[in-house]
């Protein structure tokens, strides 16, 4: 059984289908052994609400905790990049990102 999902909507646009409700849900693990109850992480462009949860897993719940933040920010196209490595010997990676998400 996988412990996390991805989805995309490339394929859902193009087949005119509805978007999945999120972009990633994972299984953290059970809230203590054998209470049956799973920390979930769920991350979505816009808030799932309760019938939507209860469409996903299939039954109601027993508590939710939504922290609601952009996950997924849009990022500009720019010209200029940071350096990758701003001294010698520190990579900075994360300095790559605009030119990904473009």
Do not use: C
């Amino acid at each position: 059984m996988p412990t996390t999902i991805l989805t995309t909507s490339h394929s859902a646009k193009e087949r005119g289908v509805p978007l999945p409700p999120f972009q990633s849900i994972t299984y953290h693990g059970e809230t203590y052994p054998g209470s049956g109850e799973w920390v979930v992480k769920i991350f979505s462009l816009a808030p799932i609400d309760d019938y939507e949860l209860n469409v996903i897993f299939g039954a109601r719940p027993t508590w939710v905790r939504r922290k609601i933040f952009r996950s997924y920010p849009a990022l500009r196209p720019t010209s200029s990049y940071p350096p990758v490595e701003p001294v010698k010997g520190l990579h900075y990676l994360a300095a790559m990102e605009p030119w990904v998400s473009t």
